[in-house]
């Protein structure tokens, strides 16, 4: 049966999100093109134009490529080690026999809260001089003789440390739920076949779970890179950029600029932050259409 | 849109017209409240104004401002707080762009050539050409007249005070009468204090602008050419000046590992260094004397107050902290609200509101008078902590270092100091790190060319 008798009806139901996507996305980067190409003082109050130079400046600036590099490493950090993690802690879930949701909901409550809550949390918990976690971990490293600096305002690698476990820690609830998801729709005649040939945990992760729910994999694997790319100024803002402005990874380093009042050099930079991911996701799919299993022969 | 704001790149000098982005794009708006508030013109008039502080300030608005409406009934003031400075900043530059601007804007005193050249503001002096300023105390007043110009009128003024525990003084064997006054005796109390055991380091005082600034000032010399911007568009910083090392040597050299570095911009934390014994002195703004005396007093410290110290004996006062108000142009705006927003600012500026101000965070009030309305009524005799603030507000000098620094790239040189500031700590050589900043700063000052815009 046709799905619709008229063309006009489909066109109808289409319209609010063509306009809501239009309005809220390809408007602001339409905007965000032109600004790009504009020199501008006090937040767009009074702007000049200035061609490419703002991306020609950006190219050479060591600043900027730092920033760049390190948007990368932070997304490569945050994204592996959230998926592990995220499948190990799945998979231990997925084994729970008794209150499983309850371990379900104890793992994924992360997801929930929004990332300056996180900030505000992980500020308050890595106080370099009362953070509870800091001086546990200053306790039980100076049992076994070891002084680190634990002050994320001197520490670059601490300030790290900070940033990305923030991130991993926001990241992983969402990760569970798909994961889970995605082991519970596994057939169950698969998990026989596997015990009665005896497969250890090791191998039923690697060779058949895994696999089995490879497309979920995919997907997180571009939802969380964007995401990583995106989302995690607040826990940025609280090191202001980090010790030597050494964790002013891209997205914090735009906010920075927006905040100067720089709108024309900000949206230049958001345009190569748009460039960048929309590269990567497309990356992403390409492998993922090829190594995927989507099921079928 | 885009060809709207190449439109106006060209006319930035003229006065009356209010831009030509604002003009073609909040036209509408305008005339419709024009209308609305002619109609209404016998039941009194409405004029809008955005505090920048909320939060602990919030309290202290809300009843200047029902003070004034009870002495004008006939004039409501439709206010809200913005939040801080970089807030009250994008929020008034933003809204006026749109045409929805406030009549009255408090804007942080950094923020003045920004402000001037975003052409959305009218010159008090324009709108209130009989003012006489002089009324006004000159540490406060100094921001607000710019190459001849009175752009704006002093309304929260605050400078740096030192705090220190007086506990901690007793228990490392100072007097807990006498704090240090110069760079040279925060280094020797810093040093017994840590020697005695008493706390991990000294001194605490956030990574801000605001205190590279002020050092700079009491030794007299200016951050750019131009006194200081005050008579032109500068063109060359001074943070390659001897003043510059001066300070510098002293902080990351002699005090070093004595001073508690809470981070960049991190009020909060440098605060908490204090407040939990970690540091046995702070620096922070007058204008938190009343909030830190409330919170440090919970926390059982017997709180002394201290003038900033400096490089010498010298004492000529730095640049005052805090802001300003503005009035945004509009073309619509009535005679009657022309005159409610003059009362509305002689008011809030005044003697009166002032004290009520000052006594209610710390702030020194923007008028002379309020000094007199706070002895008459004992507020000395009874809060003797507040005295040192007006004390050293007497010893302040009028001159260019002393004046206002006046670039419309003061926002992003604050960012350039803090993370070069920043980087002397992570272990860069002062020298390096100030001729950095120097060419960064002059680069900045390139690139803004307000003449341009």
Not at chain 1, 16 to 42: E, M
Not at chain 1, 207 to 233: D, H, K
Not at chain 2, 340 to 349: D, E, G, P, S
Request: glycine share 10%; aromatic share 12%; net charge negative.
């Amino acid at each position: 049966m046709e799905a619709y008798q008229k063309k006009w009806q489909a066109v109808g139901l289409l319209v609010p999100t063509i306009v809501a996507v239009g309005a809220f996305f390809y408007w602001p980067l339409v905007r965000a093109l032109q600004l790009s190409r504009q020199k501008t003082i006090g937040f767009g109050a009074r702007s000049t134009e200035y061609g490419w130079q703002h991306f020609t400046t950006l190219a050479t600036n060591p600043d900027f490529q730092y920033s760049v590099g390190a948007s990368f490493a932070y997304a490569g950090i945050v994204v592996s080690i959230s998926m592990v993690l995220g499948l190990l802690v799945s998979l231990l879930i997925y084994r729970m026999e008794t209150y499983q949701s309850f371990y379900l909901v104890a793992a994924i409550f992360t997801y929930a809260l929004s990332f300056a809550v996180t900030a505000t949390l992980w500020k308050t918990l890595f106080n370099p001089s009362v953070g509870i976690f800091t001086e546990t971990l200053r306790g039980v490293l100076g049992l076994v003789g070891i002084s680190l600096n634990l002050d994320y305002t001197t520490n670059p690698l601490w300030a790290w440390v900070f940033v990305a476990s923030g991130g991993v820690w926001k990241l992983i609830g969402y990760n569970i739920i798909f994961m889970v998801a995605a082991l519970g729709n596994i057939p169950e005649t698969i998990n026989e076949t596997m015990r009665l040939d005896g497969l250890g945990w090791v191998k039923k992760l690697l060779f058949v779970y895994v696999p089995m729910i490879s497309p979920t994999l995919a997907f997180l694997a571009i939802v969380n890179t964007a995401n990583s790319f995106f989302l995690t100024y607040p826990i940025i803002e609280v090191l202001q950029g980090g010790p030597s402005n050494t964790v002013n990874i891209l997205i914090y380093d735009i906010y920075a600029t927006f905040s100067d009042g720089l709108i024309g050099r900000a949206s230049a930079k958001s345009i190569v932050l748009f460039v960048i991911v929309g590269g990567l996701t497309g990356i992403q799919l390409w492998i993922s259409d090829k190594f995927a299993h989507y099921g079928g022969a | 849109m885009a060809a709207t704001l190449a439109g106006c790149s060209g006319n930035s000098g003229s006065e009356g017209d209010g831009g030509g982005s604002t003009a073609t794009e909040s036209g509408g708006d305008d005339t419709a409240t024009g209308t609305t508030t002619g109609e209404v013109d016998s039941g009194g008039t409405t004029i809008t104004f955005w505090p920048a502080w909320g939060g602990y300030y919030e309290d202290t608005f809300s009843t200047m401002i029902s003070n004034f409406e009870d002495e004008h009934p006939d004039i409501t003031v439709d206010w809200s707080a913005q939040g801080s400075y970089a807030e009250s900043r994008s929020a008034v530059f933003t809204a006026a762009k749109a045409g929805n601007a406030p009549d009255i804007a408090h804007l942080g005193k950094n923020a003045t050539i920004l402000a001037r050249d975003t052409g959305f503001f009218t010159p008090i002096g324009d709108l209130m050409p009989d003012l006489d300023r002089s009324q006004y105390l000159g540490a406060g007043r100094a921001w607000s007249t710019v190459e001849g110009t009175t752009w704006s009128l002093p309304f929260n003024n605050s400078q740096i005070l030192l705090y220190y525990n007086k506990n901690h003084f007793r228990e490392a064997g100072l007097d807990p009468e006498q704090p240090p006054t110069t760079f040279e005796e925060v280094r020797q109390y810093s040093q017994q204090i840590v020697d005695e055991g008493v706390a991990d380091s000294g001194i605490s005082w956030p990574n801000v602008n605001w205190w590279p600034m002020s050092w700079m000032a009491e030794q007299g010399q200016v951050y750019f050419n131009e006194r200081n911007g005050m008579e032109g568009e500068p063109t060359e910083t001074y943070f390659d000046s001897e003043a510059a090392r001066t300070l510098y040597d002293w902080w990351m050299n002699d005090l070093g590992d004595l001073y508690h570095y809470p981070g960049k911009n991190d009020w909060g934390a440098s605060e908490k260094a204090f407040s939990q014994g970690q540091a046995s002195m702070h620096m922070n703004s007058s204008g938190g004397l009343a909030y830190l005396l409330g919170g440090f007093r919970e926390q059982g410290i017997e709180i002394g107050v201290g003038r900033l110290p400096t490089p010498n004996e010298e004492h000529n006062g730095h640049a005052a902290g805090g802001a300003q108000v503005w009035v945004t142009k509009k073309d619509s705006r009535t005679d009657a609200e022309r005159e409610a927003i003059r009362k509305f600012l002689r008011n809030m500026t005044g003697a009166e509101q002032q004290a009520l101000y000052s006594k209610s965070t710390g702030y020194f009030p923007a008028h002379s008078g309020s000094v007199d309305v706070l002895e008459e009524q004992g507020f000395f005799e009874e809060n003797p902590l507040y005295r040192t603030s007006f004390d050293q507000l007497e010893a302040w000098t009028p001159g260019p270092a002393t004046g206002g620094v006046f670039s419309g790239t003061l926002p992003r040189t604050a960012t350039a100091v803090v993370d070069e500031t920043d980087n002397m700590w992570q272990g860069k050589s002062v020298d390096d790190a100030l001729s950095d900043l120097d060419s960064t700063a002059e680069e900045q000052l390139q690139f803004y060319e307000r003449r341009d815009l």
